[in-house]
T-cell receptor, first 112, second 111 residues
Framework: NAGVTQTPKFQVLKTGQSMTLQCAQD?????MSWYRQDPGMGLRLIHY???????DQGEVPNGYNVSRSTTEDFPLRLLSAAPSQTSVYFC???????????FGDGTRLSIL | GENVEQHPSTLSVQEGDSAVIKCTYS??????FPWYKQELGKRPQLIID?????GEKKDQRIAVTLNKTAKHFSLHITETQPEDSAVYFC??????????FGTGTRLQVTL
């Protein structure tokens, strides 16, 4: 049972490049979410999904897209990377919003 | 939307002492309040949670209290140990299906 798997673990991009952060869970959770973690600012919600085919914006959605075509996968796309998007990104899943959230190991992203 | 404030930002206690971290929330409809522990370079991990129909919950050395009227909740760690050193985050869920986190408390347990 792998839980929540995020790939890659580390990535360096140049400004303007695009990329997709992958997130997969094998717990059949309906709720999935993406957070970014910056020093002194805690975990800020980027996008979330309450089930396949349903996504919604969180606190800091600008510059990011998501889709949820299956229950298992919830990729996060950076459309045109900017230095302000340098951060650690965490994906999480849970049976619902008011249920324990299980986090992946994170992706450390640097934008030059 | 929901706003969660967490205090203090840093906390240093001696081994064996108690530690208390406090959070306030803004949305009176919030009904789920988890606490996460994050060690350096690791993922956040749930340590305890409480729902709005309960005032207190304990799990060994960890307890959480909730005051819905005042819209605040607290984490209490007794008999602290060096392995309790980490960053702790509180969070609250609003009716909009969003989990909002506080900014974290760095707990240092000294020998």
């Amino acid at each position: 049972n792998a839980g929540v798997t995020q790939t890659p673990k580390f990535q360096v991009l140049k400004t303007g490049q695009s990329m997709t952060l992958q997130c997969a869970q094998d717990m059949n959770h309906e709720y999935m979410s993406w957070y970014r973690q910056d020093p002194g600012m805690g975990l800020r919600l980027i996008h979330y999904s309450v089930g396949a085919g349903i996504t919604d914006q969180g606190e800091v959605p600008n510059g990011y897209n998501v889709s949820r075509s299956t229950t298992e996968d919830f990729p996060l796309r950076l459309l045109s990377a900017a230095p302000s998007q340098t951060s650690v990104y965490f994906c999480a899943s849970g049976a619902g919003t008011n249920q324990p959230q299980h986090f992946g190991d994170g992706t450390r992203l640097s934008i030059l | 939307g929901e706003n969660v404030e967490q205090h203090p930002s840093t906390l240093s206690v001696q081994e064996g002492d108690s530690a208390v971290i406090k959070c306030t929330y803004s949305d009176s409809a919030s009904n789920y309040f988890p606490w996460y522990k994050q060690e350096l370079g690791k993922r956040p991990q749930l340590i305890i949670d409480i729902r709005s129909n309960v005032g207190e919950k304990k799990d060994q050395r960890i307890a959480v209290t909730l005051n819905k009227t005042a819209k605040h909740f607290s984490l209490h760690i007794t008999e602290t140990q060096p392995e309790d050193s980490a960053v702790y985050f509180c969070a609250a869920t609003s009716t909009a299906s969003k989990l909002t986190f506080g900014t974290g408390t760095r707990l240092q347990v000294t020998l």
